[in-house]
C-alpha cells in the first residue's frame, strides 16, 4: 500500500470512527460488577455513501471489484487500463470519491466531503494507488469493442460521471444500495462482463461503457471509510 494512500486511510478512518462514536473510554469495573465476554461492536447500518469516501465498487452480475494499475492499454487511448477484478480485490480497488471537473471550481466546492451521493449527483473516481481518475472517450475497448474506460493523469468533462439510484429506500445512496454510473460526456454506462484478458492481467474482466442500462451496468459500494456525513459533522461539533 502506498504511503500516500496509507495516510488517507488514516485520516477519514479516525474521523468515521470519532464522529460515529466507536472510540469510547473504557469504564473499570468494580469487583462486584458482572463481566462479560467482549461483544464485537456491529457495523453501523444505513452507512451513507459520501464524498470524501475511499471505497470498493462492486460489480452485482460478475462480484468482481472496480480495479486500475500500472498497466497501459496496447490499443485504443493508451491510457492505464481498468478492469474489474474478481472478488473482493485488492488495494488496487479502492476509489476516492470527488466532485465533479469543473474548469471554474475545485471539486471540494462541486461535491465538498460529506455530501451525500444522490441521483443526479456528478462525481469523479480517483483512483487511490495511483491518482488516475476513472474515464471514458470514444476510443474502443481491447475486447469488445465497446466505449474504452480507462485512468486518465489529467483532468477533463470525461472524468465526470452521473450517479443513478437503482435501489434505495430514498434518494440517498447508502453503502450496499445498488446503483449506476452514467458518463456525463457520452451518456453511455459504467459496465462490466464476462470476457477476460490474458497476460499480464490474466482473469481480469474488461470495464467498459455501453448505451443502454442493464444487468451488468449495475454496481454496489462495499469495502472502505465512509467518510461522515455533513449533518452528522454538524452534531459533532
Same mark, same amino acid.
Given at each position: 500500500?502506498s504511503?500516500s494512500?496509507?495516510?488517507y486511510?488514516?485520516?477519514?478512518?479516525?474521523?468515521?470512527?470519532f464522529?460515529?462514536?466507536?472510540?469510547t473510554?473504557?469504564?473499570?469495573a468494580s469487583?462486584?460488577d458482572?463481566?462479560?465476554p467482549?461483544e464485537?461492536?456491529p457495523?453501523p447500518?444505513n452507512i451513507?455513501?459520501t464524498? #470524501?469516501?475511499i471505497?470498493?465498487?462492486? !460489480?452485482k452480475?460478475?462480484?468482481? @471489484?472496480? &480495479?486500475? $494499475?500500472?498497466?497501459?492499454?496496447?490499443?485504443?487511448?493508451?491510457?492505464q487500463?481498468?478492469?474489474?477484478?474478481?472478488?473482493e480485490g485488492?488495494e488496487?480497488?479502492?476509489?476516492?470519491?470527488?466532485?465533479?471537473?469543473?474548469?471554474?471550481k475545485?471539486d471540494?466546492d462541486t461535491?465538498p466531503?460529506?455530501t451525500?451521493?444522490?441521483? #443526479?449527483l456528478?462525481v469523479?473516481l480517483? !483512483?487511490a494507488?495511483?491518482g488516475? @481518475?476513472l &474515464?471514458s $472517450?470514444?476510443h474502443?475497448?481491447?475486447l469488445s469493442?465497446?466505449q474504452e474506460?480507462?485512468?486518465?493523469e489529467?483532468?477533463d468533462?470525461?472524468?465526470?460521471?452521473?450517479?443513478?439510484?437503482?435501489?434505495s429506500?430514498s434518494?440517498?445512496l447508502e453503502?450496499g444500495?445498488?446503483?449506476r454510473?452514467?458518463h456525463?460526456?457520452?451518456g453511455?454506462y459504467?459496465?462490466?462482463?464476462?470476457?477476460?484478458?490474458?497476460?499480464?492481467i490474466p482473469?481480469q474482466?474488461?470495464?467498459?461503457?455501453?448505451?443502454s442500462a442493464?444487468?451488468n451496468t449495475?454496481?454496489?459500494?462495499?469495502?472502505?471509510?465512509y467518510?461522515?456525513?455533513q449533518k452528522e459533522?454538524?452534531n459533532?461539533h
Amino acid at each position: 500500500m502506498s504511503k500516500s494512500l496509507f495516510t488517507y486511510l488514516l485520516v477519514v478512518a479516525v474521523s468515521v470512527l470519532f464522529i460515529i462514536g466507536i472510540i469510547t473510554t473504557p469504564i473499570a469495573a468494580s469487583d462486584d460488577d458482572h463481566i462479560t465476554p467482549q461483544e464485537e461492536t456491529p457495523e453501523p447500518k444505513n452507512i451513507k455513501v459520501t464524498c #470524501g469516501s475511499i471505497v470498493k465498487l462492486r !460489480h452485482k452480475g460478475m462480484n468482481c @471489484r472496480l &480495479h486500475s $494499475h500500472a498497466v497501459k492499454y496496447g490499443s485504443g487511448s493508451g491510457q492505464q487500463s481498468v478492469t474489474c477484478f474478481p472478488g473482493e480485490g485488492d488495494e488496487n480497488s479502492y476509489w476516492v470519491i470527488k466532485g465533479a471537473y469543473s474548469t471554474d471550481k475545485k471539486d471540494e466546492d462541486t461535491c465538498p466531503h460529506g455530501t451525500i451521493l444522490k441521483t #443526479g449527483l456528478t462525481v469523479r473516481l480517483e !483512483h487511490a494507488q495511483t491518482g488516475g @481518475r476513472l &474515464h471514458s $472517450h470514444l476510443h474502443q475497448s481491447p475486447l469488445s469493442r465497446q466505449q474504452e474506460v480507462s485512468c486518465y493523469e489529467g483532468q477533463d468533462t470525461g472524468d465526470n460521471w452521473v450517479v443513478e439510484l437503482v435501489s434505495s429506500s430514498s434518494n440517498a445512496l447508502e453503502k450496499g444500495d445498488s446503483f449506476r454510473l452514467k458518463h456525463a460526456d457520452t451518456g453511455k454506462y459504467l459496465h462490466s462482463h464476462n470476457m477476460q484478458y490474458g497476460n499480464p492481467i490474466p482473469g481480469q474482466l474488461e470495464v467498459t461503457s455501453v448505451g443502454s442500462a442493464n444487468s451488468n451496468t449495475i454496481w454496489v459500494a462495499e469495502e472502505g471509510v465512509y467518510y461522515p456525513t455533513q449533518k452528522e459533522l454538524e452534531n459533532h461539533h
